[in-house]
């Protein structure tokens, strides 16, 4: 799964990284968050028609806050949201949480890299064992595009006119994790490649099956990072400096 990310980078890199038209972000500036987890708001990409413009009116390439766990429309509440933060790449075409939104709903998340936690063999406190996490970045310092997926979510019980009568919420796309990050954890985060963002992004096409493939080669780097980083409340660029040891040699892999 991908349960934690960084997105240090700002509203002005995005718009020009992504060839955003449209800043659809109502104003909202989101600060450099090293440690994202369930149910924040995080930026993400995507291409649909403005809000006021006409029904027949062109989509358009926007950038958007929405909060990351996905809220379907059917919903009775938006508690669902923080269970569906991933959708994984096998099923997300036919599970009726997420196949309305993959038909026509797809999005791009940005991120600088995400963390995974690798099971070890020492026990810790309650002889359970303990965990180590990792930064799974691009190797090349590039933005990571993963794949998602938005859904709109109407709350009943406010009025037509009140700003918080919809909830735009989005899922990560998931697959089997390859190279060196396999060896940390099964599941990644489903990556777009730059030349086929304009494809999963349009709404026209329905049928995006073709673009759940099997990761190749990533191109990513891994390194072991603090422990700092299981804890929400902290957040910070040091949550993504490689772990050190003594007389600061860098941790090894594994």
Not at 85 to 112: H, M, Q, W, Y
Not at 184 to 192: A, F, G, K, Y
Not at 234 to 239: D, K, R, S, T, Y
Request: glycine share 8%; charged share 30%; aromatic share 8%.
């Amino acid at each position: 799964m991908c349960g934690r990310f960084a997105a240090a980078r700002s509203k002005r890199q995005l718009l020009e990284e992504f060839e955003v038209e449209l800043d659809g972000a109502d104003g909202s500036e989101l600060r450099p968050d090293y440690n994202v987890a369930p149910t924040k708001p995080v930026y993400a990409v995507l291409s649909r028609a403005p809000k006021e413009a006409a029904e027949e009116a062109r989509p358009v390439r926007q950038l958007r806050v929405l909060r990351w766990g996905l809220v379907p429309s059917w919903a009775k509440d938006p508690s669902i949201g923080a269970k569906m933060i991933n959708a994984r790449v096998e099923t997300v075409a036919e599970k009726p949480s997420f196949r309305r939104a993959f038909a026509g709903r797809r999005c791009l998340i940005p991120a600088d890299g995400y963390y995974e936690w690798a099971v070890l063999e020492e026990t810790g406190a309650g002889g359970r064992p303990k965990k180590q996490p990792y930064f799974i970045r691009p190797a090349d310092g590039s933005v990571m595009a993963m794949a998602g997926l938005y859904e709109f979510w109407r709350d009943r019980g406010r009025p037509d006119d009140d700003p918080d009568a919809w909830l735009a919420t989005c899922t990560v796309i998931t697959t089997t994790a390859v190279d060196e990050a396999g060896k940390v954890h099964d599941r990644m985060p489903m990556l777009i490649e730059r030349d086929r963002w304009g494809d999963w992004l349009d709404p026209g096409v329905r049928d995006a099956r073709e673009f759940l493939i099997p990761a190749g080669s990533t191109g990513l780097a891994i390194h072991p990072v603090s422990t700092a980083v299981n804890s929400v409340r902290n957040n910070g660029p040091e949550l993504v400096e490689p772990l050190r040891e003594e007389g600061g040699k860098e941790s090894a892999l594994f």
